[in-house]
């Protein structure tokens, strides 16, 4: 493979800036990198990605693009035009975005805290209940992933569950997000160990994408533990948790 298979969760204000666009630019701001994360990003080629996210995302002219591809204009139209025709074709139903504006801030808001009560608590039922019947479960950087009830559950609890948690929510990817800090025996706290990406479907959970920060590690040294850190930082979370 020549390109990621995985990139890390960007924080929400990176896109919109520290004071923010209005609500309305925000929201379609949100629905272009969505589409660039879950469609762009995954099922196109170099040329078609990159023309895409200039000129759907950033919002370059194509003479700008082709500028900044050193492509000719003709070949950055053509490969604008294909980028369109796929990302029509492997668009969901529903964006994410939609979703979450669908659902509203006070339901949103439940579904986070009964996330993290359940992980808290270990209750794999409680989890395996939020899912969607074909709901996935993956760690970037590690390859393995979950897909379904029973091997979810499976993982659940024979991994995560067995370890001591504690949550704060957050957002990241125009998604709803969650901190997730494991407990460090060595320092009597709780430090961060990955961010858990939330893609709803109406009220149910799709996917959680747990991305796994540096310290994640069976020995992490200080720098790892730096770097998990500054992950966090990023998102608003604080560095550990008493």
Same mark, same amino acid.
């Given at each position: 493979?020549?390109?990621?298979?995985?990139?890390?969760?960007?924080?929400?204000?990176?896109?919109?800036?520290?004071?923010?666009?209005?609500?309305?630019?925000?929201?379609?701001?949100?629905?272009?990198?969505?589409?660039?994360?879950?469609? *762009? !990003? &995954?099922?196109?080629?170099?040329?078609? +990605?990159?023309? #895409?996210?200039? %000129?759907?995302?950033?919002?370059?002219?194509? =003479?700008?693009?082709?500028?900044?591809?050193?492509?000719?204009?003709?070949?950055?139209?053509? *490969? !604008? &035009?294909?980028?369109?025709?796929?990302? +029509?074709?492997? #668009?969901?139903? %529903?964006?994410?975005?939609?979703?979450?504006? =669908?659902?509203?801030?006070?339901?949103?808001?439940?579904?986070?805290?009964?996330?993290?009560? *359940?992980?808290?608590?270990?209750?794999?039922?409680?989890?395996?209940?939020?899912?969607?019947?074909?709901?996935?479960?993956?760690?970037?950087?590690?390859?393995?992933?979950?897909?379904?009830?029973?091997?979810?559950?499976?993982?659940?609890?024979?991994?995560?569950?067995?370890?001591?948690?504690?949550?704060?929510?957050?957002?990241?990817?125009?998604?709803?997000?969650?901190?997730?800090?494991?407990?460090?025996?060595?320092?009597?706290?709780?430090?961060?160990?990955?961010?858990?990406?939330?893609?709803?479907?109406?009220?149910?959970?799709?996917?959680?994408?747990?991305?796994?920060?540096?310290?994640?590690?069976?020995?992490?040294?200080?720098?790892?533990?730096?770097?998990?850190?500054?992950?966090?930082?990023?998102?608003?979370?604080?560095?550990?948790?008493?």
């Amino acid at each position: 493979m020549t390109d990621p298979v995985w990139l890390e969760p960007y924080p929400d204000r990176w896109l919109t800036g520290d004071e923010g666009p209005s609500p309305e630019a925000s929201y379609e701001q949100r629905e272009s990198m969505e589409l660039a994360f879950i469609v *762009a !990003l &995954q099922k196109l080629p170099p040329l078609q +990605r990159a023309v #895409l996210l200039l %000129r759907e995302v950033v919002g370059f002219s194509a =003479a700008e693009t082709a500028a900044q591809l050193g492509a000719s204009l003709a070949s950055v139209n053509s *490969a !604008l &035009q294909r980028a369109r025709a796929t990302v +029509r074709g492997a #668009l969901p139903d %529903r964006s994410q975005q939609q979703t979450l504006r =669908a659902l509203g801030d006070q339901r949103i808001r439940a579904i986070v805290e009964k996330y993290m009560d *359940a992980m808290e608590r270990g209750d794999a039922d409680a989890l395996v209940g939020m899912l969607t019947e074909d709901a996935t479960w993956c760690m970037p950087p590690i390859p393995t992933w979950f897909a379904g009830h029973d091997l979810v559950r499976e993982f659940l609890v024979r991994y995560p569950l067995t370890e001591r948690w504690k949550h704060l929510p957050t957002r990241a990817n125009g998604q709803l997000a969650v901190g997730c800090y494991l407990f460090d025996t060595d320092t009597g706290s709780y430090v961060p160990a990955a961010l858990d990406v939330l893609t709803l479907n109406e009220d149910k959970i799709r996917s959680v994408v747990g991305f796994l920060t540096e310290a994640h590690d069976e020995s992490p040294d200080v720098t790892a533990w730096a770097a998990a850190a500054e992950v966090f930082a990023r998102f608003g979370l604080p560095t550990e948790l008493p």
